[in-house]
């Protein structure tokens, strides 16, 4: 079955550049889309079509996806940053799916 | 704004149904282009979507809980439900419901947002 692979963990310091992979074979033809999930919280999208960045989310976050790989860039990450991160998308038959998650460490 | 909420017993017993409901307020679930869907999330774990609907009453499920899975809608009422038959402790999970935006079915141009806080429904005798 079709699958979105994320690394475990990502660790930064504060200031530092933070970025999560998304790796899926569908993802050439099918948008990726990004989710941050603070503790206890509803996700919330940082990232739609790939690359477009919802209003409200700071300039810091920033999409990208390049063949099988999709990536969420956190430019000079901050620690209210620290959360889970889901990628999301469609596969060839219609059905969604998301990422086992990325937890974003930055301390 | 748009805002959703989730509502519905928090415990179910092995075997039986669950039933949640999801009213949503500053919006009419009549609005085209938009599904509504409903996605879980086991503790500690990551998310699944279980299923939408438009508000004609088509809907689409998840393949893997497509036997035991019913969305329905209430467009009278502003409300989704889902239910889940024949439960069991792996269906123990947050539940959350969203709004879902179909654009583009073939370049996969849908997401889900706004979310509802989500509700935890265990599974237990």
């Known amino acids: 079955s079709y699958e979105l692979t994320q690394p475990p963990s990502v660790s930064v310091s504060p200031g530092q550049t933070a970025r999560i992979t998304c790796s899926g074979d569908?993802?050439?033809?099918?948008?990726a889309y990004w989710y941050q999930q603070k503790s206890g919280q509803a996700p919330v999208l940082v990232i739609y079509?790939?690359?477009k960045r919802p209003s409200g989310i700071p300039e810091r976050f920033s999409g990208s996806s390049s063949g099988t790989m999709a990536t969420l860039t956190i430019s000079g990450a901050q620690v209210e940053d620290e959360a889970d991160y889901y990628c999301y998308s469609t596969d060839s038959s219609g059905n969604h799916l998301f990422g086992g998650g990325t937890k974003l460490t930055v301390l | 704004q748009l805002q959703l909420q989730e509502s519905g017993p928090g415990l179910v017993k092995p075997s039986e149904t669950l039933s949640l409901t999801c009213t949503v307020s500053g919006g009419s679930i009549s609005s085209s282009s938009y599904y509504w869907g409903w996605i879980r999330q086991p503790p500690g774990k990551g998310l699944e979507w279980i299923g939408s609907?438009?508000?004609?009453?088509?809907?689409y499920y998840n393949p893997s809980l497509k036997s035991r899975v019913t969305i329905s809608v209430d467009t009278s009422k502003n409300q989704f439900s889902l239910k889940l038959s024949s439960v069991t402790a792996a269906d123990t999970a947050v539940y959350y419901c969203?709004?879902?935006?179909?654009?583009?079915?073939?370049?996969?141009?849908?997401?889900?947002?706004?979310w509802g806080q989500g509700t935890l429904v265990t599974v237990s005798s």
């Open positions: 569908a993802l050439p033809k099918k948008y």
């Open positions: 609907i438009y508000y004609s009453g088509s809907t």
């Open positions: 079509e790939d690359s």
């Open positions: 969203a709004r879902h935006l179909v654009v583009d079915t073939a370049m996969g141009v849908n997401w889900f947002d706004p």
